[in-house]
């Protein structure tokens, strides 16, 4: 099937931990995003990419990092830095066509919880 | 930069009432426009979109949305909603040259039997 995959689904740490959380997608879609979901703010950008080895900082960037060294896939560690991780995180793709990207696809999601 | 506002945050609504919910956002280029929806438990999925023609987009499930370029506004719409339209809306607006997808705060709707 084709789509995107989040993994875990539900994710625990201790605090001070670093964790990754896993994004993959078979669409073949150029662009990339991880959000943070929290009751009341909607949707929120961490960071985005359009292509591979490339990335920026979306609206909530502190306390997080990514990669994109493959094309299907877009971890985000969730650093020690991050002062209120527990959170929804969302991944999503889309086609990057010039100026204008389509509609973005979305994961299930992992829900993080740092104790 | 560009920001979204969804100016309800939650509505209440009886079956067979209509809907309409505001979306503004801010940005003077060109901008593609999305609403999504996100019912309970389940993942984000695509309402409708607006790319370019015609300012009146019809979606899925009955819904359709107006893009009105002089007040920056995509308020969706419905005339008759059911209970199975309770969920979270959220308006998006992807503008172009900044390539990257805005989201709103999002209006949780309820709808009553």
């Known amino acids: 099937d084709g789509g995107i995959t989040q993994s875990p689904k539900y994710l625990f740490r201790k605090e001070g931990q670093n964790v990754t959380l896993s994004c993959e997608q078979n669409l073949n879609h150029d662009a990339m995003y991880w959000y943070r979901q929290d009751p009341g703010q909607g949707l929120r950008l961490i960071y985005y990419?359009?292509?591979?080895?490339?990335?920026q900082k979306g609206d909530i960037a502190e306390g997080y990092s990514v990669s994109r060294e493959k094309k299907e896939s877009f971890p985000l560690t969730v650093t020690s830095a991050q002062k209120n991780p527990t959170a929804f995180y969302l991944c999503?793709?889309?086609?990057?066509?010039?100026?204008?990207?389509?509609?973005?696809?979305f994961g299930q999601g992992t829900r993080l919880t740092v104790v | 930069a560009q920001s979204v506002s969804q100016h309800n945050h939650h509505v209440i609504l009886s079956e067979a009432a209509s809907l309409e919910l505001g979306c503004n956002y801010s940005?003077?280029?060109?901008?593609?426009l999305f609403w999504y929806v996100q019912y309970p438990g389940q993942h984000l999925q695509l309402l409708l979109k607006y790319f370019s023609g015609d300012p009146l987009v019809k979606g899925i499930k009955g819904f359709e949305a107006e893009f009105i370029k002089s007040k920056f506004s995509f308020n969706l719409r419905k005339p008759s909603v059911q209970w199975s339209d309770t969920a979270e809306y959220f308006c998006?607006?992807?503008?172009?040259?900044?390539?990257?997808?805005?989201f709103g705060a999002g209006t949780r709707l309820a709808v009553h039997p």
């Open positions: 999503a793709s889309a086609m990057a066509g010039g100026d204008r990207n389509t509609e973005a696809f």
């Open positions: 940005y003077g280029g060109t901008v593609n």
């Open positions: 990419s359009q292509i591979v080895n490339d990335f």
């Open positions: 998006a607006v992807n503008a172009a040259g900044y390539n990257k997808l805005i």
